[in-house]
Every structure is written in C-alpha cells, then in structure tokens.
C-alpha cells in the first residue's frame, strides 16, 4: 500500500469524480481509475459505488476514509518533528527520548 494511493483515494472521495479528482492529482482518468480498483483489489472490498455520473462511497469506503485521515496526519507529524529535530527546534538529547 502506497501513501500516494491513500491521498488519491481522498481526492476521489471528496470530488466524488475520478475524472475530477484525476485533473486535480494530474493523473489521467484511466491512470487514476486503474489505482482506485488496485487498491480496492488489495483491501479486498469495493471503495467506490461509481453507478450514475458520480462516484459514491460504499460502507467499507467510509471506514477506510476514517482510517486514512488519521494514517495521513500521523506521517505528516513524523516528518514535522523529523525536521524539529534536524533543525535543532527541539533541544532535547537522543538519552531523553528513551525515559
């Protein structure tokens, strides 16, 4: 599973348009299209009802979102505090981060 993928599947989500979304990502629609049914083929459920011009989220599509948003956040604050640290924003010893 690839980060990217999960950020796609938000844009999706949030157009509730792949064509949409895929101009926003710069993706074409077939690219995009093709990444959204690889991930639903790895998760093993169906993230999208894509009956009708729009696109919709199923059950399993909404819990995924729920769970991608914090997955999202939580990789965003390493690399925040990764960049703390490397700027020296944090004055604290590698010892302190052990107790």
């Known amino acids: 599973?690839?980060?990217?993928?999960l950020t796609y599947i938000l844009e999706v989500a949030k157009q509730q348009n792949i064509t949409k979304a895929a101009e926003i990502l710069h993706l074409s629609q077939p690219t995009l299209s093709k990444l959204v049914k690889n991930m639903e083929d790895e998760l093993g459920v169906t993230l999208f009802d894509r009956t009708g011009k729009h696109v919709?989220?199923?059950d399993a599509g909404a819990a995924a979102i729920k769970q991608i948003h914090p997955i999202l956040q939580?990789?965003?604050?390493?690399?925040?505090?990764?960049?703390d640290v490397s700027q020296l924003k944090k004055g604290s010893s590698s010892s302190?981060?052990?107790r």
């Open 96 to 98: 302190d981060c052990l």
């Open 1 to 5: 599973m690839d980060l990217r993928n």
């Open 74 to 83: 939580a990789v965003n604050d390493l690399y925040s505090t990764l960049d």
């Open 56 to 58: 919709k989220l199923t």
